[in-house]
C-alpha cells in the first residue's frame, strides 16, 4: 500500500520531474532531435500535416544522427570541461554541413547515410577519451560497459511497459466491451520507444569518466560464457581457417566466393572477444590471456585469405555493398593489427571503435562511397561484357544477335542493380532510341515499387535487344512468370453472383500440395489441386466437378518470354470461367510461374476461385 501512495505522492512526480528537467539540461539538442523524430512518427499516425516522402527521409536522417552526435559532443564537453555553449556552436556547425549534404541529394541512399549515422553511434563510445593519451584501457571498458548496461535496461523497460500498458488497454476492451481506437497503442510504442527508452539510456550515461580495473567486473555467468565457450570457439575456428589456408596453398587453389564474408565475421566477433575479455586477463585464466595476447597475430593469415577471396570475387562480379563492406572491414582488420604489433604491450581499446568510425566517415562521402563507386564498378563491367561480345559499336548497344544465356543473365543481374541504386541514366549514352528509354525510366505506374523496378529492369534490357534472365536460370532450367500488376492500395473482388470465394497460393504439382474450403451449405470440403497436366481441378465429396486447363492462360503469353506483368486493362487474359457437373466457376490467376528443365515442368499458381452452386 505504501509503495502506491509513494507513486501517487506528489513528491514522486516531482522527483520524476526534476529527473526529466535535468536530462533536458545535460542533453538539450538531442532531445529537441528526438523529439522531431516523435513528431515525425506521430504526424505519420494522425496525418496532421502533409509532407513529401523525401522531406520526411530527409528529417528523419538529420534527426536520428543528431541524437546520437549530441550525446556525443555533450561528453565530450563534460571532460574536456569547457565551455558548453563552444561545443554547442561547433557540433551544430557540423551537423548543419551534414544536413545541407543531405537535403541537397536527389533522394535518401540508406546505405550511405546509415554509414555516417554508425559513425556518429560510435563516436559516443570513445568521446570521453578523444584526448587521453594514457594506455589505461580501465575507464574505456567499464565506461562503454555502463553504456550498453544502459542501452538493454532502457529498451527492455520500454518494452515491458508498452507491453503492459497496451496488455492492460486490451483486457479492459475485451472485458467492459470498450472501443479503444487503434491509434492507442501506436501512440504507446512510438513515445515508449522514442522517448522514454532513450530517456532512461541519457539518464544512466555516466558522468565519471576515470576508474581502476578494480571496477570491471563481470557476473560469473559471463565469466563462464567468455572462458569456457566463445573464446574457445574462436580458436577453434581460427584453426580451422589456418588448415584451409594449407589445403589452398597444398592445392594451388583459389578461396571459395563466400569466404571472404565467413572471415569478415569471424574478425568482428574475434574483436569484440577480445574487448570483451579484458577485465579477466589478469585473473589467471591461460587461455583467455593467451587469446588476448596473440589474437591480432592469429588474424593475419584470416585477413590474407580474406584479401585473395574479396579479390576474386570482385574481379568476376565488380563491387556491390557488401564487397564493399568486407573490403573495409580488411582495412580496419589491417589497421588494427598494425597497431597493435606497434604498440603490443600499450594498445589502446579506445582505438578499436575509433578507427572503424573514421573509416564510416571516410566511405560515405566522395567519388569511392560506398554508394557511387559500386555503381562505377558495374557500369565498367557493363561496357566491358558488352564490349567482350561485340554488343557495342560506335558507343551504341547493337545487338544483331543475342549473345548466349550466361552473357544475358550478366548483363540482366548488373541492369538490375542500376535500376535499384537509381543508377540506370548512366547508361543512357548507350542506347539507339534515347526518347524510348526516357520513357522507360520515367514511367509513373499505379503498382508498387518492386514492380516499377522489375519492369524497367525487364524492359531496359529487352530495349538493348536481348532477354531478361534470372540469376538462377541456365540452360537447364528456363524460367517463365505472369504476374498480375498489384495496386498499391490494393485491389477489389466481385463476388455478386457466386457462393463461394477460394482463394489459393502458390499450389504447385506436387501431389502433396492441396488447398480445401468448406461449403457452408453441405458442410463438405472444396478441395483444389494441380496436376502434372498443367490442370487445376476441384473436387467436392471426393469427385472432380470443377477442371481448368491453365495452359490456356500460358499459351495467351506464349510469344513472350521470362516475367511478363499484366495490367489491369488485359486481366481478362488470366481468367478462366468454366460451367462443368451443373457447377458454374471462375477462375482467376494473380501469379503463374513455369519452371522448365529436362525431366518435366514444374507450375505454381496463385489467384481465387469463385464457384456458384449446382446450375439448373
Known amino acids: 500500500m505504501s509503495s502506491m501512495t509513494d507513486f501517487l505522492s506528489k513528491y514522486y512526480w516531482r522527483q520524476t520531474l526534476q529527473l526529466l528537467m535535468c536530462i533536458c539540461r545535460r542533453f538539450p539538442l538531442t532531445i529537441i532531435s528526438l523529439l522531431s523524430i516523435e513528431f515525425l512518427a506521430l504526424n505519420e499516425i494522425y496525418d496532421w500535416i502533409e509532407l513529401a516522402e523525401q522531406y520526411k527521409r530527409n528529417i528523419l536522417v538529420i534527426s536520428v544522427g543528431g541524437v546520437f552526435w549530441f550525446t556525443s559532443t555533450e561528453i565530450y564537453s563534460e571532460r ?28 535518401v541512399v540508406v546505405v550511405e547515410y546509415a554509414t555516417v549515422i554508425w559513425a556518429m553511434i560510435l563516436s559516443i563510445t570513445f568521446a570521453a577519451y578523444l584526448k587521453e593519451h594514457s594506455t589505461d584501457n580501465s575507464s574505456f571498458w567499464y565506461f562503454n560497459y555502463q553504456l550498453l548496461t544502459a542501452m538493454f535496461f532502457a529498451v527492455l523497460s520500454a518494452v515491458i511497459l508498452c507491453g503492459g500498458i497496451s496488455l492492460t488497454l486490451a483486457s479492459l476492451e475485451y472485458l467492459f466491451n470498450l472501443q479503444i481506437n487503434g491509434r492507442v497503442y501506436k501512440d504507446i510504442w512510438v513515445t515508449g520507444m522514442i522517448l522514454l527508452a532513450p530517456f532512461y539510456f541519457l539518464s544512466n550515461i555516466p558522468r565519471q569518466f576515470d576508474y581502476v580495473q578494480t571496477d570491471c567486473r563481470f557476473s560469473n555467468g559471463v565469466v563462464f560464457v567468455l572462458n569456457y565457450i566463445l573464446v574457445p570457439l574462436a580458436l577453434i575456428y581460427s584453426v580451422v581457417l589456418y588448415v584451409y589456408f594449407v589445403k589452398i596453398i597444398w592445392q594451388g587453389s583459389l578461396p571459395h566466393g563466400q569466404l571472404g564474408i565467413m572471415i569478415a565475421w569471424y574478425g568482428v566477433i574475434g574483436i569484440l572477444t577480445y574487448i570483451a575479455i579484458f577485465p579477466l586477463v589478469k585473473r589467471g585464466q591461460v587461455l583467455l590471456t593467451w587469446f588476448y595476447c596473440h589474437f591480432y597475430k592469429l588474424l593475419i593469415v584470416p585477413l590474407g585469405l580474406l584479401a585473395v577471396a574479396i579479390a576474386e570475387r570482385i574481379s568476376q562480379y565488380g563491387v556491390t555493398e557488401s564487397r564493399y563492406l568486407v573490403i573495409v572491414c580488411a582495412l580496419w582488420f589491417a589497421v588494427l593489427i598494425v597497431l597493435n604489433l606497434i604498440n603490443r604491450h600499450s594498445f589502446q581499446l579506445k582505438q578499436v571503435p575509433l578507427t572503424l568510425a573514421l573509416l564510416s566517415v571516410l566511405i560515405s562521402f566522395g567519388p569511392w562511397s560506398i554508394h557511387q563507386l559500386p555503381i562505377d564498378s558495374q557500369i565498367a563491367r557493363l561496357e566491358h561484357v558488352l564490349e567482350e561480345n561485340n554488343l557495342l559499336s560506335d558507343g551504341i548497344i547493337n545487338v544483331v544477335e543475342p549473345p548466349d544465356l550466361k552473357v544475358q543473365k550478366s548483363i540482366s543481374s548488373i541492369v538490375r542493380f542500376l535500376v535499384h541504386h537509381h543508377a540506370e541514366n548512366r547508361i543512357r549514352h548507350w542506347m539507339k532510341d534515347k526518347a524510348v528509354f526516357d520513357d522507360i525510366c520515367h514511367s509513373e505506374a499505379d503498382e508498387s515499387e518492386e514492380n516499377i523496378c522489375y519492369n524497367k529492369e525487364r524492359q531496359i534490357v529487352e530495349m538493348m535487344g536481348m532477354t531478361f534472365v534470372e540469376y538462377w536460370e541456365n540452360d537447364e532450367h528456363k524460367y517463365f512468370s505472369i504476374s498480375r500488376v498489384k495496386p498499391n492500395n490494393g485491389r477489389n473482388i466481385t463476388i455478386s453472383g457466386y457462393d463461394i470465394l477460394i482463394p489459393y497460393f502458390w499450389l504447385s504439382t506436387n501431389p502433396h500440395e492441396k488447398l480445401s474450403s ?43 518470354k521470362g516475367r511478363i506483368e499484366v495490367g489491369n486493362d488485359q486481366a481478362d487474359k488470366l481468367r478462366l470461367t468454366q460451367t462443368e457437373n451443373g457447377y458454374q466457376a471462375m477462375l482467376e490467376v494473380d501469379e503463374l510461374q513455369l519452371i522448365q528443365n529436362d525431366n518435366e515442368p514444374q507450375i505454381s499458381v496463385s489467384g481465387f476461385i469463385l464457384i456458384k452452386h449446382r446450375v439448373r
Open 518 to 560: 468448406t461449403d457452408s451449405q453441405t458442410d463438405q470440403a472444396f478441395v483444389v489441386t494441380v496436376n502434372r497436366q498443367d490442370q487445376l481441378y476441384v473436387t467436392h465429396a471426393g469427385k472432380t466437378v470443377i477442371t481448368f486447363n491453365l495452359k490456356e492462360i500460358i499459351n495467351r503469353f506464349k510469344q513472350s
Open 80 to 107: 574536456i570541461n569547457k565551455a558548453k555553449l563552444n561545443i554547442y556552436f561547433l557540433s551544430i556547425l557540423i551537423l548543419v554541413a551534414y544536413s545541407s549534404y543531405i537535403i541537397h541529394q536527389d533522394r
